[in-house]
């Protein structure tokens, strides 16, 4: 294998004997006459030993130390991956502060990505709220201090003009999810600046270990426009760009610059658009979602698996969604989010669209959504007029306690990042209209959740139906333990773009999101019939199930661009998931045939 002049101007490896690029600059993944998989990496030596995705530390064999340059620079023993897992599990549990672990953890995918993943699935549901949520909100913040060794694609106003020569400097050849943030809202924290890089990575963290999707196959991108945060600007050790975020036409044309250049080296790749500003959530999915397969986490991804919760509560409380009034408390891209995804899932249940925003009631920082308020573009179509609204208010808006009361709210989802804002009097309001409440308080990271899920159950005499965005631990109350589902996107997400993947899907379309949601609560309810969601540690078994459905639902939305989906059955297409379905191990190595070969 040679190498040869980009036509862009880069250099990059030319396709090997099969006609396709090797799947990075440093390695490719070949299979042998009996179809075994293998690596065939193009360097040697200590060089080796410094690409993650390359490094077994001391699980190389005697014969590939000799093979591959390593002799003499490895300790003697050879371990297998169980070893290292048990090894490096006893060190992670010393480690006593939450974020001192993320930064175990980061450091370990930045030097043997096969083992950190090894090891996270391990321990998936123990570590989960280490690398993603709540953990990873203080690690966004702490971003520019714990960083140490780059990792994704990093676009700031320095450097968009030469988008596409940053993206040729990626030696991934075949990504095919890019997890991309502005971090301008990142969880409950707002504005994040370069830190948000951090949830990019946590997510696709998530994408590998839950999801199935190779490590190679994913891209973290930070697009950096700068930040409004007085204080980050007057940090000296800020790593972000110094300068106010860009708006209007700079800040489409910065996106833009970017999706182009994406679509050129990366044809295949599905974006997930993560943690931007409310008003820019909404124009760059419904400005991309049909230029390139594109979804936004916090919009669909979260209105999925509260869609998913919501129906297995009406499932154990015996009662139909069309049954339901319900009450969402914040307004930004997650709560109309929520409220899209109820709104069709009232609909699958037979109502009108006119029927189904009647039984909605979404409220921001003022309070509930009226025509007669000068609202944003995005929840104008959420707003009740006040004069067929059926119940009397004190001020400018009804308060969250007013709605409730008046709406006769019998499901009550916080979305607002306002940390109790759920009191006692508007917890029993909602026990007042129905038996049985249903109680997401949602918002993360933990201190923002809108109340502690044992003040909700402590309430209602343990009547609740509790779902929190962060995990919780079980609750004990009047002798009977509680558990408390965590609706976490990271039941959606995951499933969704992995499914998309295989599908080839040219579009993510609303129905394949929806298709996500009803996969997960069928999931739920035939695994665990009297929980709102499945524990964590069965991410990967949910994921396979969502991705399954999703393939069908590209194959029905006509947008599935892989061929010879069409005649699988669910049970074929659940083999096909499982087989292409990535598991931490290590491949064995084979020398190249050419010596002297350069990265």
């Not at 993510?508 to 009803?518: F, N, Q, R, S």
Request: charged share 25%; hydrophobic share 40%; aromatic share 8%.
């Amino acid at each position: 294998m040679t190498r040869a002049a980009d036509p862009r101007g880069a250099e990059m490896t030319t396709a090997n004997t099969e006609g396709r690029l090797p799947v990075t600059t440093h390695y490719d993944v070949r299979r042998d006459a009996e179809g075994h998989r293998y690596l065939e990496p193009f360097v040697k030596g200590f060089d080796l030993t410094r690409i993650p995705l390359l490094n077994k530390g001391t699980a190389f064999t005697h014969e590939e130390r000799e093979k591959l340059g390593l002799d003499g620079l490895i300790a003697p023993q050879v371990d297998s991956l169980n070893t290292l897992v048990d090894r490096l599990y006893r060190d992670y549990v010393q480690v006593q502060k939450p974020l001192d672990k993320h930064v175990f953890l980061r450091h370990l995918q930045d030097r043997n990505e096969v083992l950190f993943y090894a090891l996270l699935a391990a321990h998936v549901e123990e570590m989960l709220p280490i690398v993603y949520t709540p953990t990873v909100g203080q690690a966004v913040q702490e971003f520019s201090k714990i960083y140490r060794v780059p990792r994704g694609l990093m676009l700031s106003t320095d450097n968009i003009e030469r988008a596409e020569q940053a993206l040729d400097n990626v030696p991934l050849n075949d990504v095919r999810i890019i997890v991309a943030t502005d971090s301008s809202a990142i969880l409950g924290i707002g504005d994040q600046g370069f830190g948000g890089m951090g949830i990019s990575i946590g997510k696709l963290s998530l994408y590998v270990v839950a999801g199935g999707v190779g490590p190679d196959k994913t891209l973290p991108v930070e697009l950096d426009v700068g930040t409004n945060r007085q204080d980050l600007l007057d940090d000296p050790d800020y790593l972000g760009v110094h300068h106010k975020r860009l708006t209007g036409d700079e800040y489409l044309a910065f996106v833009d610059r970017f999706v182009e250049a994406t679509r050129k080296r990366y044809p295949k790749a599905i974006i997930q658009w993560e943690d931007f500003s409310r008003d820019a959530a909404f124009t760059v999915l419904e400005r991309y979602r049909k230029v390139v397969p594109s979804f936004n986490d916090d919009i669909q991804g979260t209105g999925a698996v509260v869609l998913a919760g919501v129906l297995n509560a009406c499932r154990l409380k015996g009662e139909r969604l069309r049954d339901q009034r319900i009450v969402l408390h914040g307004a930004g891209a997650g709560g109309i989010g929520v409220t899209d995804a109820l709104r069709r899932g009232l609909m699958r249940e037979g109502l009108s669209d006119e029927e189904a925003r009647a039984r909605l009631f979404v409220l921001d920082q003022t309070g509930l959504l009226l025509s007669d308020r000068n609202l944003e573009a995005y929840k104008r179509t959420y707003a009740h007029d006040p004069a067929s609204l059926g119940f009397s208010y004190a001020g400018r808006a009804p308060s969250l306690l007013e709605t409730v009361q008046g709406a006769k709210a019998t499901i009550l989802v916080g979305l607002s990042g306002v940390a109790r804002a759920f009191g006692e009097d508007v917890v029993k309001a909602v026990h007042a209209n129905t038996a049985q409440p249903i109680v997401f308080p949602l918002s993360n990271p933990t201190a923002n959740c809108e109340a502690l899920p044992g003040d909700v159950l402590r309430w209602t005499d343990g009547a609740a139906l509790v779902s929190t965005g962060s995990p919780f631990a079980p609750v004990e109350l009047n002798g009977k333990t509680y558990p408390i589902g965590q609706g976490n996107n990271a039941f959606i997400f995951p499933g969704l773009g992995f499914g998309a993947i295989l599908a080839g899907a040219r579009e993510i379309t609303d129905e394949m999101v929806l298709e996500a949601a009803y996969a997960l609560a069928d999931y739920t309810a035939r695994t665990h019939p009297d929980r709102l969601y499945p524990p964590v540690d069965e991410l990967p078994a949910a994921s396979i199930e969502v991705a399954v459905r999703v393939i069908q639902q590209t194959l029905r939305d006509g947008v599935a661009q892989e061929k010879g989906l069409d005649g699988l059955d669910e049970a074929a297409l659940t083999d096909l998931v499982r087989a292409k379905f990535w598991v931490p191990k290590y491949l064995p190595f084979r020398a190249p045939a050419q010596e002297g070969r350069q990265a």
